[in-house]
C-alpha cells in the first residue's frame, strides 16, 4: 500500500507522455498514460486519479471536453494541462472548465513535479513562460461567471471534432454509440445554428475553436 498521490497522464504523444512518466515517478504514483480523451474519461472513471496531466489537442475527444467530462465525473480530480499552445484566451477557457494548472510544454521539468505538487496542496499553477499580466487576464476569466459562448452542445462538439478528423459518419455513430440517422441529425443541425454551407466550413469552426488541432 502506498500514500502516494495518483497521476494519470493523457497524450497523444508517445514520447511526451512517456517523459512525464518519468519525471513524475520517482514522487507521485503514475497509474496509466492514455492516448485519446475518450479513453482518458474512461480510464480515470475506473481508476479514479488524484492528478490528471493531459494535453489540450488530443484526438476523438480534445482536452477540453474531457477535462470538463472528468470535472463532472469526479469533481476533486486535479486538472493539469500540458500544452504546445501560448493562446491566452484559450489558458483562460481552461481554466474556466476547471484546470488547475496550465503549463507549456517548453517548461522546465521541475516545472511539471512543482505544478502537480501545488494544484494538490489547492493552489493554482501557471507556467513561468506566461507573464503576470496573463495571470490576472486568466483569473478574472476563471473566476468571472459568463454564459457559454460556444453555440454547440456538448454532445455537437463531440460529433464535430470526429467528423473534422475525418471520420465517416458510421465510425462517428459506432464511437459514440448513436445511429447514423443521429449522426447525420446533429452535423446539418450544427450547420444550422453556425449558418455553415458546407463540411469544410464545419472543420474550419472545429480548427479556430480548438475542437481539432490545425
Known sequence: MTNRSRILIADDHNLMAELCKRLLEPQFDVIGVVNDGRALVRVARELKPDVVVLDIAMPILNG?????????????VKLVYLTMNTD????????RRGASGYLLKTCAAADLVRAVRDVLR????????????????????????IDESDPLTARQREVL???AEGRAMKEVGAILRM????????KYRMMEVLGATNSSELVKYAVRNHIVAA
Open 64 to 76: 477540453l471536453d474531457a477535462g470538463r467530462q472528468l470535472k463532472e465525473l469526479l469533481p476533486a
Open 88 to 95: 491566452i484566451a484559450l489558458a483562460a477557457e481552461a481554466f
Open 122 to 145: 489547492c493552489r493554482t499553477y501557471l507556467s513561468p513562460a506566461l507573464s503576470v499580466d496573463t495571470v490576472n487576464f486568466l483569473r478574472t476569466r476563471a473566476n468571472k461567471k
Open 161 to 163: 471534432q470526429l467528423l
Open 179 to 186: 445511429s447514423t440517422r443521429t449522426v447525420a441529425y446533429h
